[in-house]
């Protein structure tokens, strides 16, 4: 039995997601995986960093990159607990990232909503683990509220 599935990867990328919630951070995470290893993990940073550009995908592609020493990540897996925003989609996009897969989708701030895209090639899996994703988007506003 392979234990390496999608919903294995998601569970990390949500154990991430915790990570930024404890920071007060908006709870997103994510991993990159290269051949069942993980080669990057991380977190929204926004807040601690003072960037809005430091979201948990941009921070797990520059990971990834580094620890490739390549710009590309054609043989790589994105697991990221929300569905990607356009900026993060167009960097998905320009690594040529092989797979992304989400957990809950973002119907107000998604890149399917706000017309972004993927690179061609890249295969998609969407609304694993959405629930427990989902419920830790929710309790984060519910608690700034």
Known sequence: MDIFTDEYFMRIALSEAQIAFEK???PVGAIVVSDN?????CHNLTELLHD???HAELQAVS???????????????????LEPCQMCAGALYWSQVSRVVWGASDEKRGF???????????KVTAGILADECAALMRSFFEKKR
């Open 63 to 81: 990971s990834a990159a580094n620890y490739l020493d390549a710009k590309y990540l054609k043989s790589c897996t994105l697991f990221v607990t």
């Open 112 to 122: 399917q909503t706000m017309g972004g895209q993927l690179h061609p090639k890249t």
């Open 24 to 26: 007060e951070e908006i």
């Open 37 to 41: 290893k993980i080669i990057a993990k």
């Open 52 to 54: 809005v550009t430091a």
